[in-house]
């Protein structure tokens, strides 16, 4: 079976510092992979969406990067973190050719920008 | 266009009473339309999906009822439970391109009272 991780699950970080937030799915192979972001009472936001090594798109303008070293490895980061960057980070994959409709999502990452 | 618009963005249900969450959307070329529910401080979970080929499918307690020519789609759940109470997004997508990219609603918090 498929699953998905996401680490750290909370992090607390001063205005200014580095970011680094990864996520790893096991049991699939070529899975499309997403970061969203969820500001408190607030919907889904699409931040990076990958279909491959190598491959992002952006689809919000900001300081925030993604990077996917691996085939089952997505990574978020920035080099600058702002106040605005507070929120709950998700991850998500879906089969890119059985079912690439149909994401999971991971538990998340509380990140607290001080 | 490329907006799912969601409604009511709060609910309060008796227990055993029926839920019903709204979505309309603008973009024809939309084809696949999935419900995800989400627990606070968890990610979100695939509920039930739906492809514009049929008007009706049925998991359960939960029903989506979609409405081509309107451009409508709504989730009902019947005989809601306090269990149910969670946060509840609709979403659309366009299936071709295999990128499984989702557009999502708002969300809706659902509160089922004992």
């Known amino acids: 079976s498929q699953t998905i991780h996401q680490w750290p699950a909370t992090l607390v970080q001063p205005v200014g510092s580095p970011l680094s937030l990864e996520c790893t799915v096991e049991g699939t192979s070529n899975p499309n992979l997403y970061w969203y972001r969820q500001a408190a009472g607030r919907g889904l936001q699409l931040l990076f969406y990958s279909v491959g090594i190598g491959q992002i798109s952006s689809e919000v303008p900001q300081n925030l990067s993604a990077s996917r070293p691996q085939d089952r490895q997505f990574i978020l980061s920035s080099k600058k973190l702002l106040l605005s960057d507070s929120g709950f980070y998700l991850c998500?994959?879906?089969?890119?050719?059985?079912?690439?409709?149909?994401?999971?999502f991971g538990p998340g990452t509380r990140l607290t920008v001080l | 266009q490329q907006q799912v618009k969601q409604s009511p963005q709060s609910l309060i249900v008796q227990k055993g009473g029926i839920s019903i969450i709204n979505c309309a959307y603008e973009?024809?070329?939309?084809?696949?339309f999935p419900w995800y529910q989400q627990f606070p401080g968890k990610g979100p979970a695939l509920l039930i999906a739906i492809r514009p080929d049929v008007s009706e499918k049925k998991e359960g307690r939960f029903t989506i009822s979609f409405n081509k020519s309107a451009k409508q789609f709504s989730l009902h759940i019947m005989d809601s439970q306090p269990g149910d109470s969670a946060t509840y997004f609709c979403?659309?997508?366009?299936?071709?391109?295999?990128?499984?990219?989702?557009?999502f609603g708002q969300g809706t918090t659902l509160q089922v009272k004992p």
């Open positions: 973009n024809t070329a939309f084809d696949y």
């Open positions: 979403a659309a997508s366009i299936a071709s391109g295999n990128t499984g990219k989702l557009i």
């Open positions: 998500a994959w879906s089969a890119y050719f059985r079912d690439p409709d149909t994401q999971y």
